[in-house]
């Protein structure tokens, strides 16, 4: 029989130990960079809003009543940054701002039937898009815009 002094941790137990600590770092980044994504996600939904805000002055401003009924408008994304309604918008998940000449984003603005106005929004970022609706590409009403909604472009 053997008679052992405790003074320390056998390797054993010191290797099991910085496995379970290991395990347990790799799961506390695995949840940071999901909290990370969604903090992304929900920051291009707001810039999306941002775009529907910005119509929504232009709008105003304009006053589109000469619209006939059941037709609708285009106003850009730079139309709305050069008519200062709206700051040039940074992509959350890339950190660039988006161009203001080159990139595709849009509000369609459709006067509906009974007089109403109704807003769609379609926001392109460097690789991610809220511009899916129906499983076509198209504008996405602003009561539908969610982070669920965010493909790949």
Known sequence: ?????????????????LVIVGIAAAVAVIAMLAVVEKARERAFVSDAYSLYEAARLY????????LPARSSAVLSYSELVEHRLLHPIRDPFTG???????????????KQEDGGIGYAVCLKGETKQLCDYGGREQPIP????????????
């Open 59 to 66: 709008v105003g401003a304009e006053n589109v009543e000469f």
């Open 1 to 17: 029989m053997l008679i052992r002094t405790k003074r320390g941790m056998t390797l054993i137990e010191l290797l099991a130990v």
């Open 96 to 110: 660039n701002v988006l161009s203001i000449e080159t990139n595709p984003s849009y509000v369609l603005v459709t």
């Open 142 to 153: 602003v009561e539908a815009l969610t982070g669920e909604a965010i493909r790949d472009r």
